[in-house]
């Protein structure tokens, strides 16, 4: 199923979502991703000059930097790039990955629920005992429901005239199964 730029995607069977990690080819059509999803689900989370300065940010050449910090991985369907996910440790001691951000194209078909899954894989498969996130507060409903807390709540500054309003959110991670043989 292909869709056109902007065209929704209702239904659009998330088992054949294919997720690759993103590279610097793909940064054009992420920060398309990441713009069109704040503003398209925080309106009622953010005001009108918090999106549009997340906006700037992300189409000026910082973000670049921003994305190259975090391991950033991209869900297709087809060739449209509708989910990322990235993560990076937390600077703690070292047993935290912290979530740099969930972006989806079209929510409420699984797209995030798929990428939340990737992350905390990743996150158990190398040792790590918690996961923790930031997000706007039409997001706080998502992580609640897939068993993560309210840690607290905040402002995080991505960039000097960047600062959102956030809820920290945290989760403890089940160890891996050791494997029967």
């Given amino acids: ?66 994305l190259m910090q975090e391991e950033v991985h991209g869900g297709w369907i087809d060739e449209e790039l509708v989910g990322t996910v990235s993560w990076h440790p937390a600077g703690n001691n070292g047993s935290t ?28 498969q190398r040792g790590f005992e918690r996961l923790s996130a930031c997000t706007t507060d039409n997001a706080v409903p998502f992580f609640l429901a897939l068993g993560y807390e309210t840690a607290a709540r905040g402002v995080r500054t991505l960039a000097d005239d960047c600062k959102l309003p956030v809820t920290f959110m945290r989760k403890a991670l089940p160890p891996l199964r050791a494997s029967l043989h």
């Fill in 97 to 124: 990955i912290s979530l740099g951000g969930i972006f989806v194209r079209h929510p409420r078909i699984g797209i995030g629920r798929h990428l939340l899954a990737l992350a905390e894989a990743h996150a158990r």
């Fill in 1 to 66: 199923m292909t869709t056109a730029p902007g065209a929704p995607c209702y239904g659009a069977p998330v088992d054949r979502m294919v997720v690759r990690p993103i590279g610097v080819d793909h940064f054009s059509s992420v920060r398309y991703l990441h713009a069109t999803a704040v503003r398209c689900a925080t309106c009622d989370a953010l005001s009108d000059e918090e999106v549009a300065a997340f906006v700037r940010l992300v189409y000026s050449p910082a973000y670049a930097d921003l």
